[in-house]
């Protein structure tokens, strides 16, 4: 039966992939990969459990305004660069085969090297470690067992808790009166949560096509209806002075294809979408934000072996666009227009592994 044969290798590609949202300064950092985690392929019987564990690596540091790209920040060694680590622990049940519940556990480690945080004359090093915001939501399946076997959607729905510290601090040189360091909050994009609590709304499906194919896709919103969180930016600004919480998005929709000569191994090629809107779409939206998006080609590859999958997908940007803001909008004149920049990764590496913790071995099965 297809869906007994997908019922671990489609749960992991769907889960992997929106985990990994969040590709420098603008897009979703790890505490925000939530579409996933509320949402991810739960195809389960009543009963059993799926425990998944993922991992994401990415470096930014490629700077643009809009669409355009200035190449001589890295040429003049003036980039600011992110080096983010991630690792959710996410736990899943199946109250029935067509509903499940779903809690996250995210930590984060970011390293963050910056000239213009230091004075502008020396290059220094931030970071920032630990829990980041917990995820805990509920989805249901549209069809039932049997009807399912051309393929299934699901629509989601569940919240983001502020757990993680949103005024993390670090040490900044030569910035005081007289030159000498300071204890500040480090930057936006590497802050471990928002404090916001997020109202998350997201979908996935997958559909089996012949020639050993399926077609997969998944995405949310999450909107955070809370404006600024009160943390200091110490940017030059009046208007950016405090961070904004802003609502973030994500989509993704691809390809999986089997191989039939090797059981339970796949390939994936899709495309994804992700970013922070200017404006929020419940709430105000003052304070500062990097708003923006990113579009990628997504290539992967997914092996299943009994009840364990482990995936592999590494995302490649192909458009970075960073978007103006409203503090942007409202600071400019005609004759200075305002367009903040952002610094963005080439590429992603994402990697998970799950267990389905199933009531009986999953029955093998070959499309055609």
């Given at each position: 039966m297809?869906?007994?044969?997908y019922?671990?290798?489609?749960p992991?590609?769907?889960w992997c992939?929106?985990?990994?949202?969040?590709?420098?300064?603008?897009a979703?950092?790890?505490?925000?990969g939530?579409g996933?985690?509320?949402?991810?392929?739960n195809?389960?019987e009543?009963?059993?459990?799926?425990f998944?564990t993922?991992?994401?690596y990415?470096k930014?540091f490629r700077h643009?305004r809009?669409t355009?790209q200035?190449?001589?920040?890295?040429?003049n060694n003036t980039?600011?660069?992110?080096w983010?680590?991630?690792l959710?622990f996410?736990i899943?049940?199946a109250?029935?085969?067509?509903v499940?519940g779903?809690?996250s556990?995210?930590?984060a480690?970011?390293?963050?090297s910056?000239?213009?945080e230091?004075?502008?004359?020396?290059r220094?090093?931030?970071?920032?470690?630990?829990?980041?915001?917990?995820?805990?939501?509920a989805?249901?399946?549209?069809?039932?067992?049997?009807?399912s076997k051309?393929?299934?959607?699901?629509?989601?729905?569940?919240?983001?808790?502020?757990?993680?510290?949103?005024?993390?601090?670090?040490?900044?040189?030569?910035?005081g009166p007289?030159g000498?360091?300071?204890?500040?909050?480090v930057d936006?994009?590497?802050?471990?949560g928002?404090g916001?609590?997020?109202?998350?709304l997201?979908?996935?499906g997958?559909?089996?096509i012949?020639g050993?194919l399926?077609w997969?896709y998944?995405?949310?919103?999450?909107?955070?209806?809370?404006?600024t969180n009160g943390?200091?930016?110490?940017r030059a600004r009046?208007s950016?002075?405090i961070m904004?919480v802003?609502?973030q998005?994500?989509?993704?929709?691809?390809?999986l294809?089997t191989i039939?000569?090797i059981?339970g191994?796949?390939?994936?090629?899709g495309g994804?979408?992700?970013?922070?809107p200017?404006?929020?779409f419940i709430g105000?939206?003052?304070?500062?934000r990097r708003p923006?998006?990113?579009?990628s080609?997504?290539?992967?590859a997914?092996?299943m072996?009994?009840?364990f999958?482990t995936?592999?997908?590494?995302?490649?940007a192909?458009?970075?666009?960073?978007?103006?803001s409203l503090?942007d909008?409202a600071d400019?004149t005609?004759d200075n227009i305002r367009?903040?920049?952002a610094a963005f990764?080439d590429?992603l590496?994402?990697l998970?592994?799950?267990?389905r913790l199933?009531?009986k071995?999953p029955?093998?099965f070959?499309?055609?």
């Amino acid at each position: 039966m297809k869906l007994k044969f997908y019922s671990l290798l489609i749960p992991a590609l769907l889960w992997c992939g929106l985990e990994s949202y969040g590709q420098g300064c603008v897009a979703i950092r790890q505490f925000s990969g939530v579409g996933n985690a509320i949402g991810q392929g739960n195809l389960l019987e009543k009963g059993e459990w799926n425990f998944n564990t993922n991992y994401r690596y990415f470096k930014s540091f490629r700077h643009f305004r809009g669409t355009h790209q200035e190449r001589e920040r890295v040429a003049n060694n003036t980039e600011v660069i992110n080096w983010s680590h991630g690792l959710d622990f996410n736990i899943s049940y199946a109250f029935s085969s067509r509903v499940y519940g779903i809690v996250s556990l995210p930590l984060a480690y970011n390293e963050r090297s910056s000239l213009y945080e230091h004075g502008r004359t020396e290059r220094h090093m931030t970071y920032s470690g630990g829990l980041a915001d917990m995820r805990i939501g509920a989805g249901y399946w549209i069809l039932g067992e049997e009807k399912s076997k051309s393929g299934n959607m699901a629509f989601g729905a569940g919240i983001k808790l502020p757990t993680g510290d949103y005024n993390a601090l670090g040490i900044f040189y030569n910035v005081g009166p007289n030159g000498e360091p300071q204890t500040r909050p480090v930057d936006q994009s590497i802050q471990l949560g928002d404090g916001g609590v997020g109202l998350i709304l997201d979908m996935q499906g997958y559909w089996f096509i012949p020639g050993n194919l399926v077609w997969y896709y998944d995405g949310f919103y999450m909107f955070n209806p809370r404006n600024t969180n009160g943390t200091q930016t110490f940017r030059a600004r009046q208007s950016e002075g405090i961070m904004s919480v802003p609502d973030q998005y994500a989509f993704r929709t691809g390809l999986l294809k089997t191989i039939p000569k090797i059981h339970g191994l796949g390939f994936t090629l899709g495309g994804r979408i992700e970013g922070i809107p200017v404006r929020d779409f419940i709430g105000e939206s003052d304070g500062f934000r990097r708003p923006g998006y990113i579009i990628s080609v997504e290539p992967g590859a997914s092996y299943m072996i009994g009840n364990f999958t482990t995936t592999l997908n590494v995302p490649i940007a192909l458009i970075r666009n960073r978007t103006r803001s409203l503090t942007d909008i409202a600071d400019s004149t005609p004759d200075n227009i305002r367009h903040g920049d952002a610094a963005f990764a080439d590429y992603l590496v994402n990697l998970g592994f799950a267990y389905r913790l199933a009531k009986k071995q999953p029955t093998p099965f070959k499309l055609n």
